[in-house]
C-alpha cells in the first residue's frame, strides 16, 4: 500500500514536470496583466488580438503549411521506400536502413548545417528548402514505422491474391494495405510531430519571410514575447488534446471491436 | 475512418499549398527584401508602404551586426536594403560590398539633422552611401530602488559583488569589451592584444556576477524585475522606463559609445529605384515618427524631433545631451585578422 | 502488361538520400577539410584542441552525460509504475508523453523561464515563505534542468516499451523459481530491458550533446556548449570552414557513442518509439 | 495411492467481477498425476495458478502438506511450475536458465553443475548447456522449460498447456517423455490441458471443468466410460446426445422410439440427456435396428470410417470398420448396455452436480 501512494506520487511529480510549464501558459493567456508574474484577473482580450497579430498567423498558417505537406510528402515517400527496401536483398537493404539512420541520428545542428550548405550552394533559402530539410528528417520516421509492419505481412497472402487474379495494385490495396496502415500512420503522426516541434533545422534553412513558429517564437523570446504567444499556445495545446484522445479513442475502439 | 482524416488532411493541404503558391508566384517581381535589427520597424508603417505602392516587403531581422554580416555574405538570399550599425557598415563599404545612394530619389532626405550627418563621417567619409536611421550611446539601466544614482556614474558598479546575479551584460563582442576597455581607458576601437587581455581579464572577473549575457531580452528582464544592473542601448532604456517603473539610465563618466544605425543598399539589390522609394518613405515626417513612436530611439529626424513636446526632448536616455556625445566613440571596423582576436577573446570569455 | 518491380519504389527515395542526405555530408566534409581559399587542410579538425573548443566540448561532455544519467534515473522507475498499472491500451502512455510535444518547446521552455527567473514564481514564492531567493536561471544547472525536461519521454518511451514487452509468464517464472522481487528486478526486468535503456541513452545523450537552442534561451549567454561554438561560427562568427571542422568532430563523437552502444545492444530497437 | 496433499478449500476467484472459480473444493494426493481438463475459460489455469501462488483466492484456503500457503508468495512454495509458453529467460543460456532457482538458493557450483547435467540428460538434451534459448526448437525449449522447473527438487511440479504448442507427433512424444519423466522423479504432478486425449493419455485422476465448477472427478476409463453428464460426455470424445423421455426402468424414448437401456430409479416421463458413444453404434440390415436411415456422408479415418446416418430427424454420427456407400439405407441399433441416461442440467449452463471427492 505504502508503495503504490510512493508510485502516484512519483507519478504526479513526473507529470506536474511535464505539464506545468503548459499550465503556466495556459494561466498566462488569460491573464489580464502585462506583467508575466502578476495575476490582474481573468480576459479573453489576448486570444481576439490574436487574431489581428499578422505575424503569429502568418507564422502559425507556414507551420501548418510546412508540417502537413512535408508530413503527407514523406509518409507517401517513406511507405513507397519501405516497400521497395523490403522487398530488396539483404545488402541493399542495409545500405538503405543505414543511410536512413542518418538524418535520425545525426545532430540536429550538423544535420541543419549540412542542408544549408547544400541549399545555399545550389539555390535560394525560401519556404521550399525548408519544405526539403523537413521532408529529409520525416522521411526515415515514416519508413522506420512501416518496416515493421511489412516483416509482419505474410508474403504468400499477397502472392495467393495475385494468383487469384488480382493485379499487383489491387493486391496490395486489399492485402498489404490494411497490414501497414498502422505502421503507416504512425508514422504519419511521427513526421506531423517532428515537424512541428523542429527548431534546429529550419533555423538553418529558412529564407528571408519564413517563419515557423518555432523560429519566430526563438527571435520573439529575445524581444520580449507578447501574450497573444500564449493564447495561441493554449489553442495549439487544446488541438493537439482533441485529436489525440480523438485518436486514441478510436484506437481503443477498435481494440475492443 | 482513418483514411477520411488523411482525405481531409489531404484537401486541406491542397488549399494551402495551393494559396502558398499563388502569392509567391506574384511577389517575384515586385518585392523588397529588407533586413533589418530586430523591433526595428514597426509593422505598421511596413504595410502602408505596401499599400501605397503595391510592393510586397520580405522582412527579415537579425540580432547582431555580426549576424547580420553572416546573413549577408551567406548569400543565399539576396537583399535590397539593409540597415546596420556604423562599423559593420564600415566594413561592408570597405569590402566594396555597399552602392552609392541617389539622394536625388530620396528627396525627405533634407530631414535628417545635419550633424548626425557629420557624425557618420567616421563609417561613410564622402556620405555617399548611407543615410541614418537612429543613433544613441550605451549605458547602465539600473533598478533605482536597488542602486543608488551615486554608483551608476562610473563602470566599476558593474565588478561591485553586491550586486551579483543582478548584473545584465550584452551579448555581442564589441559592446561587452566596451565597458572594461573604456574602464580601463582605453578605447573602444583597441586593437593592442595586450590592452583588449587586459580588458579581458576584467570581464572574466566579472563574470560570476553576471546574471546573463543578452541583447534584446534585457528590456523586458529589467522591466520583470530580473536583474537591477543592465548594460543596454539608449534606446532599449527608454523603452524599458516607459514599461517599467523605477529605472534609470545613465552614460559613465569614463565614457562610452555613440552608435548611428543607417541605412545602406547593398551590391545584392536587384531593384535602385524601389530601395530608395522607401528609403525617402522612411524620412517621411508621418512615417518617421511612427518608428521613432515604435523604437523610441534617439531620430536624427529634425522634423519628428521638432514636434516633440519638451520632455520628450529633455529626455536625456533618448536624446543624449552634446556633452554626453562628446564623451563617447564611434565604432570603426576591425580587419579580418582583428575581428578574428575579437572572436577568439570572446569566445575564451564564454568557454567555462 | 507492365510488371512492376518493388524496388523500384524506393527510387525517389534513393535520389532523395544521394541528394539531401549524402551530398550535404559530403558539403560538410569539403568546408571541413579546407581552409578560407579552398586548399586542403586538417586544420579545421584540429583546432578542436584548442583549449576554447576543447573545454566546450568537454564541457558539453559533462552536462550531456549528467543529463542522461538524470532522465536514467527518473525515467527508470516511471517506466515501471506505468508497466505494474497494466494498462488496457499502451498507446495511452504514448500519448501522454507525446502530447507536450506537440505544444512547441520553445513555449514550453519559455514557461520554465518565467518560472525560474530571478523574480519568476518560484524565487515570489520562496520570498513569500521569507526564504532567501536563488538564482536557478543562466546556469548550466538550468541547462541541464532544460534538457532533461525535453528529452525525458525519449527516455521513458524505449524503457516502458522494452518493460512491457517482457511477458508477465517470465517474471512468474522467475518467482516460481524463487527469485523474490529484488532477485527478479536484477536477474530478469534488468538484463531484458538493457536494450531499451541503451537506445533511451542515445536518444537522450546525443541531441543533449549536441544542443545549442535550450544552452541559449536557459544559459543566459554564460554556457557555451560545442553546438554554440559550431552556431557562432556558422551564424556570427561566418568561419564556415572552421564550423564544418568542429561539426565533423561532433558528427564523430555521435558516430563513436552510438557504434559503443551497438555493441552492446544486439536487438538494435533503436528508434521504435511509437 | 498416497494421503491428500494439496486441499484446495472452497475457492472462490473473481476478475473484473466476473466469477471464475466458485467453491471449488479439490483435494490432490501425493505422486498423483493429476489433469484439469475442461474449455477454455472453465477456470483450470486459474486453479493452477492459485497453486503456483500468482493469484490469491478471493475465499477459501489453499493447504499443502497440512500447511496454510495461501498468502505464501510463490518463490516461497516448493512447487514449481511449467509455463504454457516455456517462459525461459531469453537472455541467459540453457544451462543459466536450468541453474536460476538453484542459484537462488545458493547451491554450490558443483551441485548445480551436477544438476544442470543431469535435468538435461533426463530430458534428452545432454550437451546444450551453452546454447541460446532461441536456438531451439519449440519441443526442446519445452524440455529446457521442464529441465528448469525439475533441479529445484519441488514436491509437487505445476504444468500449464505444457504442449500446447507443439506439433501432433512431438505431442505425442512429449506425452510419453511426461509420463516417464513423473515414474522417474516419483512427484506429483498437477497437469491442465484442454486437450482429452492428453489427459486420457497421462493421468492418474481426472478433474473435469466448466465455467468454474467441476462437473466430474474421475480415472481416465471412468470419466470416459461414465460420464456423469452431458457436458462430459461430450467434451470427453465425440458423441450423439439425444432429448429423451424415461419412460420406466430400462426404458427410454428417443426420437419417437422406445428403445430398452439399462438405466434405473429416473420419474416417470422424466426428460433426460441420452449419450451413446459413435463407436457403439451398429450399423445392420434396416430391419434389423430399432431404426432407420440413409448414409448422408462418409469419411475414412484410418483404424475406422466416420459415418453420418440421417435417421428421424437426427444425424448419427457412427464408427464403424465396415463401408457403408453414401445413399445406403442401413439400421441403427445399440446394446442397452451402452446407452447412458443423463439428468438434464438444472440450467441452461450446466451448472455441475454437487460432487463429493
Known sequence: MVKKIGSRIYLSIIFLFLYLPILVLIVLSFNNSKTRVKWGGFTLKWYASLLENETIIEAFVMTLQITLTASILATIIGTLAAIGIHAMKSKGKAIMLGATNIPLLNADIVTGISMMLLFVRFTELG?????????????????????????????????????????????????????????????????????????????????????????????????????????????????????????NYRSSKKAIN | ????????????????????????????????????????????????????????????????????????????????????????????????????????????????DPDIIDSSASFDAEHKYTLPYFYGTVGILYDTNVVPESEVQTWDVLWDEKYTGNIVMPNSVRDCLLVPLKRLNYSINETNEKHLRKALDLLFEQKPLVYAYFVDETADEMIAGNAALAVVYSGEAAYAQDEGENLGYTVPEEGSNLWIDSWFIPKTCKNQEKAELFLNFLCREDIAAMNFDYVYYATPHTAVYNSLDEESKNNTTIFPTQETIDNCEVYVSLDREETALYNKLWKELKSY | MFKLKKQFLAGPYIVWIIGFILLPIVLILFYGLSDYHGNFTFDN????????????????????????????????????????????????????????????????????????????????????????????????????????????????????????????????????????????????????????????????????????????????????????????????????????????????????SMAFMNTHNKDGEGTAVW | MGKDFIHLSNISKSFDGQMILDELDLKIKENEFMTLLGPSGCGKTTTLRLLGGFETPDEGKIFFDGKDITHLPPNERKLNTVFQKYALFTHMSIAENIAFGLKISKKSKAYIDDKIKYALKLVNLDGYENRSVDSLSGGQQQRIAIARAIVNEPKVLLLDEPLGALDLKLRQDMQYELIRLKEELGITFVYVTHDQEE???????????????????????????????????????????????????????????????????????????????????????????????????????????????????????????????????????????????????????????????
Open chain 1, 127 to 247: 519556404f521550399s528548402t525548408v519544405l526539403i530539410a523537413h521532408l529529409t528528417f520525416d522521411i526515415p520516421y515514416v519508413i522506420l514505422n512501416v518496416l515493421p509492419k511489412l516483416n509482419q505481412t505474410s508474403k504468400y497472402a499477397y502472392e495467393a491474391a495475385l494468383d487469384l487474379g488480382a493485379t499487383p495494385l489491387y493486391a496490395f490495396y486489399k492485402i498489404v494495405w490494411p497490414d501497414i496502415r498502422p505502421g503507416v500512420f504512425s508514422g504519419f503522426l511521427m513526421a506531423v510531430t517532428m515537424s512541428l516541434d523542429d527548431f534546429s533545422i529550419t533555423y538553418f534553412t529558412k529564407g528571408a519571410g519564413v517563419n515557423t513558429l518555432s523560429t519566430m517564437i526563438y527571435t520573439e523570446l529575445r524581444k520580449g514575447i507578447k501574450p497573444e504567444m500564449y493564447a495561441l499556445s493554449t489553442i495549439l495545446f487544446g488541438i493537439a488534446l482533441i485529436l489525440l484522445l480523438v485518436m
Open chain 2, 1 to 112: 475512418m482513418k483514411k477520411h482524416i488523411l482525405c481531409i488532411a489531404a484537401l486541406l493541404l491542397g488549399c494551402l499549398t495551393f494559396t502558398g503558391c499563388s502569392d509567391s508566384s506574384v511577389e517575384e517581381e515586385n518585392t523588397l527584401t529588407i533586413l533589418n535589427y530586430g523591433k526595428y520597424f514597426d509593422p505598421d508603417a511596413l504595410q502602408i508602404f505596401e499599400e501605397e505602392t503595391g510592393i510586397t516587403i520580405k522582412y527579415e531581422e537579425y540580432e547582431s551586426p555580426e549576424e547580420m554580416y553572416t546573413k549577408y555574405k551567406a548569400g543565399s538570399i539576396d537583399y535590397d536594403l539593409l540597415c546596420t550599425s556604423d562599423y559593420m557598415i564600415h566594413k561592408l563599404i570597405e569590402e566594396g560590398e555597399v552602392l552609392e545612394m541617389n539622394y536625388d530619389n530620396i528627396p525627405e532626405y533634407k530631414n535628417i
Open chain 3, 45 to 256: 579538425l584540429l583546432s578542436i584542441f584548442d583549449p576554447i573548443h576543447m573545454k566546450s566540448l568537454l564541457f558539453s561532455l559533462r552536462l550531456a552525460l549528467i543529463c542522461t544519467v538524470i532522465c536514467l534515473i527518473l525515467a527508470y522507475p516511471l517506466a515501471m509504475i506505468l508497466n505494474s498499472m497494466h494498462l488496457k491500451h499502451q498507446s495511452f502512455v504514448v500519448f501522454v508523453f507525446v502530447l507536450p510535444m506537440w505544444m512547441n518547446f520553445m513555449l514550453r521552455i519559455l514557461a520554465w523561464k518565467l518560472l525560474l527567473s530571478n523574480n519568476g514564481v518560484i524565487n515570489n514564492i520562496l520570498a513569500s515563505l521569507g526564504l532567501p531567493a536563488i538564482q536557478l536561471l543562466n546556469t548550466p544547472s538550468a541547462v541541464v534542468f532544460g534538457m532533461v525536461y525535453d528529452y525525458l519521454p525519449f527516455m521513458i518511451l524505449p524503457i516502458y516499451n522494452a518493460m512491457s514487452r517482457i511477458g508477465h509468464d517470465i517474471i512468474d517464472a522467475a518467482r516460481d523459481l524463487g527469485a523474490n522481487q529484488v532477485q527478479v528486478f536484477f536477474k530478469i526486468t534488468m538484463p531484458l530491458t538493457i536494450s531499451g535503456v541503451l537506445s533511451g541513452i542515445i536518444m537522450v545523450f546525443v541531441p543533449a550533446l549536441t544542443s545549442f537552442v535550450i544552452s541559449n534561451l536557459l544559459g543566459g549567454g554564460k554556457v557555451l556548449l560545442i553546438g554554440n561554438v559550431i552556431e557562432q561560427e556558422f551564424m556570427q562568427t561566418m568561419d564556415w570552414n572552421l564550423g564544418s571542422g568542429l561539426s565533423i568532430v561532433l558528427m564523430i563523437f555521435v558516430i563513436a
Open chain 4, 199 to 357: 489427459a486420457l493419455t497421462m493421468s492418474d485422476k481426472i478433474v473435469v471443468m466448466n465455467q468454474g465448477y467441476i462437473q466430474q472427478i474421475g480415472s481416465p476409463e471412468d470419466i470416459y466410460n461414465e460420464p456423469i453428464n452431458a457436458f462430459v460426455a461430450d467434451f470427453i470424445g465425440e458423441s450423439n446426445i439425444i432429448d429423451g423421455v424415461m419412460i420406466e426402468d430400462k426404458l427410454v424414448e428417443i426420437l419417437g422410439t422406445k428403445i430398452p437401456c439399462v438405466d434405473i430409479g429416473f420419474d416417470k416421463n422424466q426428460p433426460v440427456d441420452v449419450v451413446i458413444r459413435p463407436e457403439d453404434v451398429k450399423l445392420v440390415d434396416p430391419s434389423a435396428g430399432f431404426m432407420e436411415g440413409d448414409v448422408v456422408s462418409i469419411i475414412f479415418k484410418g483404424v475406422h470410417y466416420e459415418i453420418e446416418v440421417h435417421a428421424n430427424g437426427y444425424d448419427w454420427l457412427v464408427h464403424t470398420t465396415k463401408m457403408h456407400p453414401v445413399g445406403s439405407h442401413v439400421g441403427i441399433n445399440v446394446t442397452p448396455f451402452n446407452i447412458q441416461i443423463m439428468n438434464k442440467p438444472e440450467s441452461s449452463d450446466e451448472k455441475a452436480v454437487e460432487l463429493d471427492v
